[in-house]
């Protein structure tokens, strides 16, 4: 199987020629610097009129590092992207049937990944994606744009409450409030056949996700998960990634479709 990471490799490279016209190189304003000139990362966060700390900003894993044991090449990937679970005490708490199906996704060299065949990741597997994310903070709302198929998630946080029987959707519903520093946001609604991360932990309809976005300071968001979905999981179970700010690049023009080669190699073990 070609690894869907070296597909991100060889997009990015193409894209790369027609860099300077995508702004990626283009210095991004407001940043706090040190007497030498230097961003300083570690600021003070921003904040918004009513005092709020401001999530907007490019952002992308923290934990970015070489995947083995997967043939990526030198992309750079988290290994919760991988496994969601990497470093839980204890392990994901599956049941029997969710683990089961991990055991047979891997047989299959996880050939069902939405993602390998174009479709959204999802909210939690976007969180730990090697493309970058973009965060505009508004009254009422936060939009997460993602690189990854120019796709884009709605945080309402002007007050509704969550639909008590929505259409199942990819990225689900969510709605957030503030808890003090804290953006505590809640999702519900997913579409059977979510994957949290690329070995295929499952997200059921029945599924819901609480997300809880911190930025420590300038450079830096701590985004808590706890995911609790009694239908795969024996209890409710807390990850946190981490990510990083990025300074003077933009979102690049990525969809999946465009010269996807993938699927057609696609084999079993």
């Known amino acids: 199987m070609i690894c869907e990471s070296m597909r991100v490799t ?4 193409l894209l790369a020629v027609s860099a300077d016209a995508q ?6 304003a407001g940043v706090p610097r040190s007497p030498s000139g230097a961003p300083n990362l570690a600021a003070p966060a921003p904040r918004t009129a009513d005092g709020k700390p401001d999530l907007s900003g490019l952002w992308v894993d923290e934990e970015n590092r070489p995947c083995p044991p997967y043939n990526c090449d030198d992309m750079l990937t988290s ?3 991988w496994d ?23 047989a299959a060299n996880g050939r069902e990944d939405p993602t390998g065949h174009c479709l959204p990741g999802g909210i939690v597997k976007l969180h730990s994606d090697p493309l970058y994310r973009k965060i505009v903070q508004v009254p009422g709302l936060l939009v997460i744009l993602n690189e990854r198929n120019a796709s884009y ?3 309402f946080t002007d007050g509704r409450p969550l639909p008590q029987d929505p259409q199942p959707a990819f990225n689900g519903y969510s709605t957030g409030k503030w808890d003090r520093d804290t953006l505590v946001v809640e ?3 997913f579409r059977e056949g979510t994957w949290l991360d690329r070995k295929g932990s499952p997200l059921t309809e029945n599924g819901k996700v609480v997300e809880r976005f911190r930025r420590v300071n300038f450079g830096r968001l701590e985004i808590e998960i706890t995911v609790d979905d009694p239908k795969a999981y024996t209890a409710p179970w807390t990850v946190q990634l981490n990510q990083n700010l990025k300074l003077d690049t933009e979102l690049l023009d990525y969809i ?4 996807e080669k993938d699927v057609a190699h696609y084999v079993s073990k």
């Open 10 to 13: 060889a997009v990015l490279f």
């Open 23 to 28: 702004w990626i190189n283009y210095p991004t």
């Open 79 to 81: 290994q919760q992207f």
């Open 84 to 106: 969601i679970g990497w470093g839980l005490k204890g392990g994901v708490p599956y049941q029997p049937w969710a683990a089961d199906l991990i055991k047979q996704r891997a």
């Open 153 to 155: 998630r709605q945080i």
């Open 187 to 189: 999702t519900n609604g």
């Open 256 to 259: 999946c479709l465009e010269n």
